[in-house]
T-cell receptor, first 112, second 118 residues
Framework: DQQVKQNSPSLSVQEGRISILNCDYTNSMFDYFLWYKKYPAEGPTFLISISSIKDKNEDGRFTVFLNKSAKHLSLHIVPSQPGDSAVYFCAARGGGADGLTFGKGTHLIIQP | GAVVSQHPSWVICKSGTSVKIECRSLDFQATTMFWYRQFPKQSLMLMATSNEGSKATYEQGVEKDKFLINHASLTLSTLTVTSAHPEDSSFYIC??????????????FGPGTRLTVL
């Protein structure tokens, strides 16, 4: 049973535009959410996180929004740059587990 | 930022042999390290949580006798895949959590180890 879901396996966005990556979760006990960026054959790199008590966190070009009632979060990247092309994983902490629960990832492709 | 290394980065072994993978936190102390496994086009799946000086906690469905974890110091955790079989072929990634500081939730990931069992 997938507790963290990223329903879009891939997303293509034009350079300079906004990239919006979505994530849904089912476990209401999750208390912290994170986004990671990953290249093939490398470990994930932390991007941005948000506590469940907040609804927005911004860091430079990256903003994460959390809608607890809908159990939904999104990562906005603006403006999108070619170097943003990678697989983005949504992860959640809590729910009885000390480690992170990951989604399957969304492959973001930034087109020039 | 904090750096986590893994060794080896890639290993090929024969079926039935054992393989040890090391995870080191290079510039910080980690009381807790985590081991994940990722199959192609799948998410990272938590295998076990390793606390320094104590036994690892395994996730449901992960055989503790097959995946031996040792966290002997605050900077080193090892995962040994015993009697490896082709179905154990995967990408193994460790992460380390900073021992002190406010960002206790943040985990720093290693580069991963590609295991191929023939």
């Amino acid at each position: 049973d997938q507790q963290v879901k990223q329903n879009s396996p891939s997303l293509s966005v034009q350079e300079g535009r906004i990239s919006i990556l979505n994530c849904d979760y089912t476990n209401s006990m999750f208390d912290y959410f994170l986004w990671y960026k990953k290249y093939p054959a490398e470990g994930p790199t932390f991007l941005i996180s948000i506590s469940s008590i907040k609804d927005k966190n911004e860091d430079g070009r990256f903003t994460v929004f959390l809608n607890k009632s809908a159990k939904h979060l999104s990562l906005h990247i603006v403006p999108s740059q070619p170097g943003d092309s990678a697989v983005y994983f949504c992860a959640a902490r809590g729910g009885g587990a000390d480690g992170l629960t990951f989604g399957k990832g969304t492959h973001l492709i930034i087109q020039p | 930022g904090a750096v986590v290394s893994q060794h080896p980065s890639w290993v090929i072994c024969k079926s039935g042999t054992s393989v040890k993978i090391e995870c080191r936190s290079l510039d910080f102390q980690a009381t807790t390290m985590f081991w994940y496994r990722q199959f192609p086009k799948q998410s990272l799946m938590l295998m076990a949580t390793s606390n320094e000086g104590s036994k690892a906690t395994y996730e449901q469905g992960v055989e503790k006798d097959k995946f031996l974890i040792n966290h002997a110091s605050l900077t080193l955790s090892t995962l040994t895949v015993t009697s490896a079989h082709p179905e154990d072929s995967s990408f193994y990634i460790c992460s380390a959590r900073v021992a002190t500081g406010s960002s206790y939730n943040e985990q720093f990931f290693g580069p991963g180890t590609r295991l191929t069992v023939l």
